[in-house]
């Protein structure tokens, strides 16, 4: 067990929804990464929070939003879904500082029919 | 960009055997280079290797980078049914303050008994 907690565990939604998921980083840990996982792309950085303020961006489609709370738990929200976001979304967490690993949670699967 | 290859992409050996990974990569400003391995849900985090030419080792788990090269090795001896898993490959570099990770497209290691 990592420690860092995602839900839902699996989504089911319709294309043009909006879904929110949620990640709890391990105790400690100030930064959250959202990664999306497909079969063809491999595992692919989305955007990272520390502290409550963004970080970086990767790949992050401009219907997809992110936010840190001051509990530091984070929501990736999605909207206007296509079938190609079917995905598994993976939330990641560290210290922050340079050399501390990121660890995961178990992912948040979203199929989209 | 960042880039990670990793080779082979699948592997099928007997219980017993050794196998060896490996992880080629190019990244801007490098920060480390960290392995993975993932079963059905998260990528549990094995090592994180920052220095060239010094072996980092777990049990029957040992990896080495070279900096020089650009490249990373896992080697797995006396492997178990239980190694079986995609083995994921990770370099962190690029912006200030930012540590995201680029993955490979990952080794799926198949032990067979």
């Known amino acids: 067990d990592s420690g860092v907690t995602q839900t839902p565990k699996h989504l089911i939604t319709a294309t043009g929804q909006r879904v929110t998921l949620r990640c709890s980083p391990r105790?400690?840990?100030?930064?959250v990464y959202w990664y999306q996982q497909s079969l063809d792309q491999g595992l692919q950085f989305l955007i990272q929070?520390?502290?409550?303020?963004?970080?970086a961006k990767g790949n992050i489609l401009e219907r997809f939003s992110a936010q840190q709370f001051p509990d530091l738990h984070s929501e990736l929200n999605l909207s206007s879904l296509e079938l190609g976001d079917s995905a598994l979304y993976f939330c990641?967490?560290?210290?922050?500082?340079?050399?501390?690993?990121?660890?995961f949670g178990d992912g948040t699967r979203l199929s989209i029919l | 960009e960042d880039k990670v290859v990793q080779s082979p992409l699948s592997l099928v050996v007997h219980e017993g055997d050794t196998v060896t990974l490996n992880c080629s990569y190019e990244?801007?400003?490098?920060?480390?280079l960290l392995w993975y391995k993932q079963e059905k849900k998260a990528p549990t985090f094995l090592f994180m290797l920052?220095?060239?030419?010094i072996e980092k080792k777990s049990g029957r788990l040992s990896s080495i980078l070279d900096k020089k090269e650009l490249f990373s090795i896992l080697n797995i001896t006396a492997t178990q049914t239980g190694d079986s898993a995609v083995y994921l490959c990770?370099?962190?570099?690029?912006?200030?303050?930012?540590?995201?990770?680029?993955f490979g497209k990952g080794t799926k290691l198949s032990v067979i008994p």
């Open positions: 990641a967490s560290s210290g922050g500082q340079i050399n501390q690993p990121q660890h």
């Open positions: 105790s400690g840990d100030l930064s």
């Open positions: 929070y520390y502290n409550g303020e963004e970080r």
């Open positions: 990244v801007t400003n490098f920060r480390s």
């Open positions: 920052t220095s060239s030419g």
């Open positions: 990770a370099v962190c570099g690029s912006g200030a303050g930012s540590y995201q990770l680029t």
